[in-house]
């Protein structure tokens, strides 16, 4: 599949999973047949049901305003005073894991459901397990459809953002005065009516002025800023370029 059509059914799928996996968290509350197939203790689900309907808003919530591309460290090490680490788990190395986890609570799930079922008297921790599996399992496809969402959202808010992004970017460095783009004066006169409508503009009092914009002092800034651009986080690197 092109990337042109990954960007185009990530978000459609991610939307319709994300949202089917949530309502169907709810399924025992009101589907019977479902629970009398599915469950060991028809009752003892419910509750669980409703918490993780709960919960798996709550992950969206979290994921959405703090963790759209999660990573995991592992190992720390430290090297003339720096900290770094020697396993990385990046965004697909997480969601791959969350896949690996619905297989396993899934099979859990339903071999529980094998060995118990019809047989009297109910064994209680294994409803009880069987149930958390439950929801376990739709609170990591939660997850998956969530971090899918999202970062289809974000990858389309940077491609309408990027055409913007110089003109950002220079705002930044601007206000936080680390450009001097400075300007040579060359002319300043005023322009008094008469000479106005020579310039065929409105009876009024002007300034002309001839400028060279250029900078006196080229510069190389190397730094990194946040998502949108609009805030430096760290200055890199900063020297002067030397005219030849």
């Known amino acids: 599949m092109s990337k042109q059509n990954n960007d185009f059914f990530q978000p459609i799928i991610s939307v319709f999973g994300l949202a ?23 009752e003892l689900i419910k509750p ?22 999660p990573y995991i460290n592992i190992w720390k090490v430290k090297k003339n005073d720096l900290i770094s680490y020697k396993i990385r788990l990046q965004t697909h ?14 099979s859990s ?11 009297e008297p109910i064994i209680i921790w294994l409803s009880i397990l069987q149930s958390l599996l439950y929801m376990f399992f739709f609170l990591t496809l939660i997850s998956i459809f ?13 491609k309408e953002n990027q055409s913007n992004l110089p003109f950002i970017v220079f705002e930044t460095l601007d206000k936080n005065r680390l450009v001097k783009p400075g300007i040579e ?8 009516f008469q000479d106005a409508q020579r310039y065929e503009l ?20 190397e730094f990194i800023t946040s998502m949108d651009g609009k805030e430096i986080v760290k200055i890199l690197k900063k020297e002067s370029l030397s005219e030849h």
């Open 48 to 69: 669980f049901s409703f918490i993780a309907f709960t919960i798996g808003i709550a992950i969206v919530w979290i994921i959405w305003n703090f963790h759209p591309y």
């Open 93 to 106: 190395h997480i969601l791959w894991l969350l896949v690996l986890l619905i297989i396993f609570f899934s």
């Open 185 to 192: 004066v060359y002319e300043n006169i005023l322009i008094s």
């Open 202 to 221: 409105q009876p009024n009092i002007y300034r002309k002025f001839k400028v060279i914009t250029q900078p006196k002092k080229k510069e190389v800034l």
């Open 20 to 42: 089917i996996s949530i309502l169907t968290t709810l399924l025992p509350l009101f589907n019977q047949n479902f629970v009398t197939r599915l469950f060991i203790n028809k």
């Open 109 to 119: 799930f339903f071999y529980i459901g094998l060995i118990a079922f019809n047989k």
């Open 146 to 158: 969530a971090f899918l969402f999202i970062q289809s959202k974000m990858r389309f808010e940077n």
